[in-house]
């Protein structure tokens, strides 16, 4: 389970706005205004697994995040007229998919760990530690349940998807100061909830 | 800029809560995205202007400044050429309107008989 999208997460957003054979994010973005059906494969190639990782945080199950995912790229096809030539696209793509997400999230209902199963629980520790970290997760979900939508989505973002801040940023349409100000705050509430558990680790 | 700094702990907590997400075939989700791309990305390539068709826009334009020009040519009072008997008019007009040579240069009499003569004495 571990490494697959994770692993490609951490890359920076930057590095990935041309590929080492194919063209840059705005030439491809470009074509695909022209109708080009290569270009526009070749950005769903490019940002797929990451666009997927993000999805399945926002959603919390995989057939959610496959359509969140094919969703945002044909809401890529309606907006690209809006597309400013010159400008990165994978925050205005990530922008697309993490607000339909929220969206999407806010009309279902739903939160995102109420699906997702256990991670890890079947690695052999103590009965003892195993009841620790069943009830570290818990608490640790009842903390991220309990932060705002925002400090919520800059946490997963940033910590579990790799993210820089000004690309939170860009993709949230807030500065860099406030997604800052977020992940303190956020880190400071979940610490908290993780406090016992540090102490005894 | 980004000097922000990844807490691992908490990002371990995370994971180990959460998971990373799962392996799913993604050359059938590629599949599934380009295969609902065709149509829209259809429609793009057809409303796309190639070559001669920026200048469509400005089709209706010169349709109406043709019209407009043809009708102002086509209205405008024709100009004919003078025939003779024109000439011959316009002669005979110029003769019984204008004063014969003699009556405009002063009479012999001298500067008197021009005051008397305007005077009506």
Do not use: C
Request: charged share 25%; glycine share 6%; no cysteine.
């Amino acid at each position: 389970m571990s490494g697959g999208t994770g692993a490609a997460a951490v890359v920076p957003l930057a590095s990935r706005q041309a590929g080492p054979a194919g063209d840059d994010d705005g030439v491809l973005a470009e074509r695909v205004r022209a109708g080009d059906a290569a270009a526009f494969d070749a950005l769903v190639n490019r940002y797929m697994r990451r666009a997927f990782a993000v999805a399945y945080r926002l959603m919390g199950q995989k057939e959610d995040a496959e359509d969140l995912v094919q969703e945002a790229f044909m809401a890529v096809l309606q907006r690209i007229g809006t597309f400013e030539a010159g400008r990165p696209f994978a925050p205005w793509f990530f922008r697309i998919l993490v607000n339909r997400g929220l969206n999407a999230r806010k009309s279902r209902s739903l939160r995102a760990v109420e699906a997702i199963p256990e991670a890890t629980a079947a690695h052999g520790p103590s009965p003892e530690r195993e009841a620790e970290r069943t009830e570290l997760r818990g608490r640790l979900r009842t903390a991220m349940d309990a932060l705002p939508e925002r400090q919520r989505v800059i946490v997963e973002l940033f910590e579990l998807e790799g993210f820089a801040g000004p690309e939170i940023a860009e993709i949230l349409e807030i500065s860099d100061a406030t997604v800052r100000w977020h992940l303190h705050e956020a880190r400071k509430t979940l610490k908290k909830a993780l406090a016992p558990y540090e102490r005894s680790a | 800029m980004d000097n922000l700094e990844r807490d691992p702990r908490l990002a371990a907590a995370l994971r180990d809560t959460y998971g990373d997400a799962p392996e799913i075939d993604f050359a059938a989700l590629r599949a599934r995205v380009t295969a609902q791309a065709e149509l829209p990305l259809a429609r793009m390539r057809k409303t796309q202007p190639r070559g001669w068709r920026p200048l469509r826009a400005l089709v209706p334009l010169a349709a109406a400044a043709g019209i407009v020009g043809a009708t102002l040519v086509l209205t405008r009072p024709q100009e004919k050429p003078l025939t003779q008997a024109d000439h011959q008019q316009v002669e005979q007009i110029l003769e019984a309107t204008t004063p014969a040579l003699s009556d405009l240069v002063a009479p012999q009499g001298g500067s008197d008989e021009l005051l008397n003569a305007a005077l009506g004495s």
